[in-house]
């Protein structure tokens, strides 16, 4: 078992992530680091759960900005297209989750909390982060 009692350090994110997807990435990447679940040879499916994370996030908030329908051409109401993104995201994304070690079914106690607020509420810890390379580049 890991010891979830260390300073929490984690690679810094891949340079192509989106900025939502930073935002998540430096909040679960200490977290699953410690777990031993991200590695180098992980690092892409852990950005492609970051990815996942932000489209669920910004598909709420779309919703929350432009309601739940949107106007049809037949002059009624559907429902809005950000909902299904939104679904497929979060189906995504629990998917991932546990494969990280990060939903409630599969994660170990740890008796921390993941930073939370957004990028702004991380980024003191940038120097905790350890460049590994973009994947594939062959930088270790």
Known sequence: MPDLTRELIAPKPPAWL???ACVEWRRLSG???NLG????ETTRSFALLCEVLAQADAARQTIE???????????GTKAHPALR???AARK????????????????????????????????????RFVDWGEPGS???
């Open 37 to 40: 679940k991200l590695r180098v």
């Open 85 to 87: 993104v939104g679904e």
């Open 18 to 20: 989106s900025k939502s």
């Open 138 to 140: 062959g930088a270790a």
């Open 92 to 127: 995504e994304a629990v998917r991932l989750l546990a494969q990280f070690g990060l939903s409630p079914a599969s994660a170990t106690p740890y008796p921390g909390e993941a930073p939370k607020g957004g990028l702004e509420a991380v980024a003191h810890l940038n120097d």
């Open 31 to 33: 977290l699953a680091y």
């Open 65 to 75: 900005a432009e309601g739940l329908t949107v106007a049809a051409g037949n002059g």
